[in-house]
């Protein structure tokens, strides 16, 4: 290649027609851009204005992949200023319709690494070869199991890797070229994709198991030898391994996974919030986790770990936790339950129905809980009977639909408040124009662990922690649920998506300073702020 090309087709070093005079001369790049030189607001303003001809969703989508594959400064300066009208582009929801198609649409890797079930040995070799000389700090890898709540998309789901990095960028300034989108392709059990010519990953069932885990220990194994400092965010892992991995690595690495500990931390701050608002106390509240997976119980531990921190006896916390999963109320003798599970169930003696437990509106009516969290991927499993029967018992019922993509949700914010009369307390993990109901604008806030990752990740890795630990993760909650203001009619139970990079730099900052406390930090980091500003990148050429 040209050293015109080889610039012009680096996505971290191109700048286009922003390359002065002096730097096409110095690069050799005279002749090989138009005449004219631009600055970075004046590429953003004519690509905005190209984006906004595009439609709404996935078309939308892709002609920002090919900004971001062209320009990174470009993407991420053009994304800073239209966060909240690109966030749900760039991810959830139109995200879940880009895996459904990505092999399909397939036109380029987006610097993703790769790795096979059938070839375990390569794998240091391919992260190197995607890595490509870059100093990696932080890796999001999938391995496409249970993307969202759509189920396995085998090496499509590759997208949530990238788009969850994207967010970490816009939102964090983590720098672009120091991260790493990883897809473990272990197969897929998803008929459609076998039987589709197109599809791109390995055309097999999926692999579970001892070799399964041997492609996973040979990925850690190879990061930890290529790149030492990184931390390592596991998404979408399947219910049955992403519990297990996690505890596998965490006292040892620095390693996150987000359904369970982010979306746990998230809920745990919009519960906070929600208390702020009706000025009530988490000790008299009863929880119901409907969906008790990766991300139903990480919520409850996040939300058990805080009335303990608050004094509660750990049995008497236990008891202010009812889950039902697909086999209604889960008791101690309900058959297959997980290991997470298992933590949290209930007698059949404090039922005088016990056996007819079977569906949430049987538990709801028997348990009269306080705060309900969906994560059951049931669309309109929150019905309007359910959510009244609730509403009857509670003063400012505190309800979480939480699973994604849109098509998904439980239940939808304009409904849950009009069958509570505007009492409800809600925040949703898609986002949610405003609500006026009753002459009051009700502001709905995003309980998306996307709002928080990436003040986890830039916390740590600015600190330089060795692992991320429950400390750590209920500092952020805490420091999340400060910014809200409870008093404010209508208000949202989170801070908003517009002030993102805000309350991400803070929270970091919080979570930063709690490994320092800890002695978690690296040698020589003992300013907070400071860790966190340093690392901190910016668009800009
Ligand atoms: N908003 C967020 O930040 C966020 C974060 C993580 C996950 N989620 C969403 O939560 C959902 C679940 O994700 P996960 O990672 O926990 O998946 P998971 O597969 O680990 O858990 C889903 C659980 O729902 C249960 N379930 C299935 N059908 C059910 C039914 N009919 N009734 C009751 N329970 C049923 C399953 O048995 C399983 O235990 C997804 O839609 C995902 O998008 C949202
Ligand atoms: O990806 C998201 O939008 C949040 C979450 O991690 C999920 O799996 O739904
Ligand atoms: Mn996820």
Redesign the pocket.
């Known amino acids: 290649m040209t050293n015109a090309s080889s610039i012009l087709n680096n996505a971290f070093l191109n700048k286009g027609t922003a390359f002065t005079k002096a730097e096409r001369k110095q690069l050799g790049l005279t002749g090989a851009l138009p005449a004219r030189v631009q600055t970075l607001a004046e590429q953003e303003k004519q690509t905005y204005a190209q984006f906004k001809t595009k439609h709404p969703g996935l078309e939308q989508r892709q002609f920002l992949m090919d900004i971001f594959n062209t320009n990174r400064t470009l993407f991420f300066y053009l994304m800073g200023q239209h966060i909240v009208e690109m966030m749900p582009i760039v991810y ?1 929801p139109v995200i879940a319709d880009s895996i459904e198609q990505y092999s399909d649409i397939f036109v380029q890797p987006q610097g993703a690494a790769f790795l096979s079930v059938d070839d375990i040995a390569s794998t240091k070799e391919r992260l190197a070869n995607a890595a490509d000389g870059r100093d990696i700090r932080l890796i999001v890898v999938t391995d496409g199991e ?1 993307i ?3 189920g396995d998309w085998g090496v499509n789901g590759v997208d949530i890797s990238v788009g969850k990095l994207m967010v970490y960028t816009a939102a964090a300034g983590i720098d672009p070229s120091q991260v790493l989108a990883v897809s473990l392709d272990a197969g897929t059990n998803n008929e459609e994709l076998l039987n589709d010519p197109n599809y791109l990953g390995l055309r097999h069932p999926r692999v579970k198991g001892k070799k399964y885990h041997q492609l996973v220990d040979a990925f850690m194994d190879a990061t930890e030898e290529l790149f030492p400092k990184a931390l390592v965010h596991f998404e ?1 892992l ?2 049955d391994n ?1 519990l297990d991995i996690l505890q596998q690595y965490q006292t040892k690495r620095p390693v996150f996974n ?3 500990q ?2 746990g931390i ?2 745990l701050a919009g519960v906070l919030g929600a208390l702020k608002i009706s000025k009530e106390k988490l000790a008299d509240q009863k929880f119901l986790t ?9 919520i409850a531990n996040m939300l058990y770990d805080e009335l303990v921190r608050q004094g509660m006896d750990p049995d008497e916390a236990r008891r202010h936790f009812y889950l ?3 086999q209604g109320l889960l008791f101690n003798d309900t058959p297959d339950l ?1 290991p997470a ?1 298992k933590e949290f169930t209930r007698d059949r003696s404090e039922f005088a129905n016990a056996d007819e437990l079977t569906n ?1 509106a049987a538990v709801v009516k028997a348990v009269h809980p306080t705060v309900m969290i ?5 669309p309109g ?1 929150f019905t309007e009977e359910i959510v009244k029967e609730m509403a009857a018992h509670t003063k400012r019922p505190i309800i979480f639909p ?4 849109t098509k ?1 949700l439980e239940a939808r914010p304009a409904d849950l408040l009009k069958w509570t009369d505007g009492r409800v307390l809600t925040a ?3 986002p949610f124009d405003d609500i006026t109901y009753n002459n009051t604008t009700y502001t709905i806030g995003q ?4 709002l928080v990752y990436p003040a986890v990740g830039m916390g740590a890795i600015a600190a330089g922690a060795s692992q991320v630990n429950e400390k750590m993760l209920a500092a952020a909650a805490y420091a999340l649920s400060d910014i809200i203001d409870p008093n404010a009619a209508g208000a949202a139970v989170l801070p908003p998506v517009a002030r993102l990079e805000e309350f991400t730099a803070k929270v970091a900052s919080v979570v930063a300073q709690s490994a320092i406390d800890q002695g978690l930090a690296a040698k020589g980091v003992t300013d907070a702020k400071k860790a966190v500003l340093v690392h901190k990148w910016t668009p800009a050429y």
């Open positions: 959830d249970a969202l709540g759509i979408d399947g219910r992403a987000d359904d369970i982010g979306t998230i809920c409907f969906g008790a997976g990766n991300a139903g119980m990480g039902v999963d697909v997980t599970q949430l969906g994560t059951s991927k049931q499993a939480i699973s994604n993509p998904l949703t993990g898609v309980a998306n662990n996307a």
